[in-house]
């Protein structure tokens, strides 16, 4: 078992920045690919970015593409979202995720992570 725990969520306004950061405990956090996602009100949970067991390889959705930026820092089993000039539009409750198997560029759907966090909200205001 891997527990993730969410943090650094909150109201923020349009241009600003936040860090996220999913402290995880359990399972050696090396072995794990790492991902974030969010959900909107009334939406479905879509694919943010993921990074690789060492951090050398991430992905990002293209919505954040060149605003959000995933680290790791396997030291301190802990996974980063630094996200920056957030919209309106970023508003969502923010999960991470850890995968075993992980397929790179593919890995954005839901059922290939194995565990997940409780989440963090996020808002941003115009």
């Known amino acids: 078992q891997v527990q993730l725990v969410e943090s650094g969520g909150g109201l923020v306004q349009a241009g600003g920045s936040l860090r996220l950061s999913c402290a995880a405990s359990g399972r050696t956090f090396s072995n794990y690919a790492m991902g974030w996602f969010r959900q909107a009100p009334g939406k479905g949970r879509e694919f943010v970015a993921t990074?690789?067991?060492?951090?050398?390889?991430?992905y990002y959705a293209s919505s954040v593409k060149g605003r959000f930026t995933i680290s790791r820092d396997n030291a301190k089993n802990t996974v980063y979202l630094q996200m920056n000039s957030l919209k309106p539009e970023d508003t969502a409750v923010y999960y991470c995720?850890?995968?075993?198997?992980?397929?790179?560029?593919?890995?954005?759907?839901?059922?290939?992570?194995?565990?997940w966090g409780q989440g963090t909200q996020v808002t941003v205001s115009s």
């Open positions: 990074i690789s067991w060492s951090g050398s390889t991430t």
């Open positions: 995720a850890a995968a075993a198997s992980w397929y790179g560029s593919s890995s954005r759907r839901e059922y290939e992570y194995d565990y």
